[in-house]
Antibody
């Protein structure tokens, strides 16, 4: 069974870059037609898809975040990563990584809370 | 951009009752409509994909239906573990979620 685990700093200062990594286990990040996504959830609010990456490196981002987001993949480590630049308090959220399953998401990480504060 | 509106915001029911959750799209969508369950402090869990297909391991009491702009998640008989927040999700230009319906115990 595929498992995903997010890692990275829990506190980021305003205007800096938020960086998270998702480690995939129980399967290869290059298998099949797997796409891999980042999704976030501000405290007490709903879910927002950030973007996804294919193992080849091709990406697709939410238009509202596109100018600040870079998602990358490291197939040798079975990982993919999120960089979100110029963060503000509005970027405080639980960040999830997930595997795309067609047009949905079938496996999710447990999520990691990132707080933007000085 | 297609907007998904879920109703009601909160549904107060008792164990054993039937739950009917609605997801309405701002324009007609294809069959890429999914439903998720999220319990407090947990990641969302895929319940239904492509409108009516149950994901692996999902009990038969969960069913999805609908077409065009109106979609429904039905829980035929609520179990204690079903009290949670439910989200619908669609892919058009990008992937979007509805605002959620909280199913709480009456």
């Amino acid at each position: 069974q595929v498992q995903l685990q997010e890692s990275g700093p829990g506190l980021v200062k305003p205007s800096q870059t938020l960086s998270l990594t998702c480690t995939v286990s129980g399967g290869s990040i290059t298998s099949g037609s797997s796409y891999w996504s980042w999704i976030r959830q501000p405290p007490g609010k709903g879910l927002e898809w950030i973007g996804y990456i294919y193992y080849s490196g091709s990406t697709y981002y939410n238009e509202s975040l596109k100018s600040r987001v870079i998602i990358s993949v490291d197939t040798s480590k079975n990982q993919f990563s999120l960089n979100l630049t110029s963060v503000t308090a509005a970027d405080t959220a639980v960040y999830f990584c997930a595997r795309n399953y067609g047009d949905s998401f079938d496996f999710w990480g447990q999520g990691t809370l990132v707080t933007v504060s000085s | 951009e297609i907007v998904l509106t879920q109703s009601p915001a909160t549904l107060s029911l008792s164990p054993g009752e039937r739950a009917t959750l609605s997801c309405r799209a701002s324009q007609s969508v294809s069959s890429s409509l999914a439903w998720y369950q999220q319990r407090p402090g947990q990641a969302p869990r895929l319940l239904i994909y492509d409108v009516s297909n149950r994901a692996t391991g999902i009990p038969v009491r969960f069913s999805g239906s609908g077409s065009g702009t109106d979609f429904t998640l039905t829980i035929s008989s609520l179990e204690p573990e079903d009290f949670a927040v439910y989200y619908c999700q669609h892919r058009s230009n990008w992937l979007t979620f509805g605002g959620g319906t909280k199913v709480e115990m009456k």
